[in-house]
């Protein structure tokens, strides 16, 4: 007893240990607009015909679809037993499988919009306004700041947020990085 106590507390510590765990995040959403469409039709000529498509996918485990007027909204989940290692293949699948249905959808419809990023977290966000200068100043010097951000090591993705086109104004709020890995 004595020596398998000794054996787990010598173990324990040779575990590994991470921050942020990797994990695999196995949803998406796919958004389609159809302006002036109302919710059934919305139902009936564009989230079923989707929806049927999905199906085909491997290791599809659940599909769910919320329609209202001119939009309709699908969550695509995998599988738990869909392995990790060929999650980007199977989102690659959905893109294409949807996309083959596209030219079949009405006229007027646009996307569809995928969205598998789920796993990208914001680790920092930065606020940059200038009073005093220029737009195009504050936008060259925030696009020199993401670029020395993504120098770090460790930093995956750096975007910008809520950032204002409008030339008369000198704020320019950006994000972060995001994603660390």
């Not at 996307?111 to 936008?139: H, M, Q, T």
């Not at 696009?143 to 204002?164: G, M, S, T, Y």
Request: hydrophobic share 40%; proline share 5%; with cysteine.
């Amino acid at each position: 007893m004595v020596v398998l106590l000794a054996a787990g507390a010598l173990s324990f510590f040779e575990l590994g240990q991470d921050e942020d765990p990797p994990f695999t995040f196995r949803a998406m959403v796919i958004r389609v607009y159809w302006p002036g469409a109302s919710a059934q039709q919305m139902a009936e000529q564009v989230a079923d015909r989707i929806e049927r498509k999905l199906q085909e996918v491997p290791y599809a485990d659940k599909i769910r679809s919320y329609s209202k007027p001119g939009e309709t909204l699908i969550t695509f989940q995998l599988g738990d037993r869909s392995p990790a290692a060929e999650i980007q293949q199977l989102w690659y699948q959905v893109r294409k499988k949807v996309g083959d249905i596209r030219g079949s959808l009405p006229a007027g419809v646009q996307g569809p919009f995928f969205n598998d990023e789920f796993g990208d977290v914001y680790g920092v966000i930065f606020a940059f306004s200038a009073d005093g200068f220029s737009y195009r100043e504050l936008k060259d010097y925030v696009d020199w700041a993401r670029q020395q951000l993504l120098r770090i090591p460790d930093v995956a993705k750096v975007d910008l947020i809520a950032c204002r086109t409008r030339r008369s104004t000198s704020r320019c709020r950006t994000g972060g990085w995001r994603s660390w890995r």
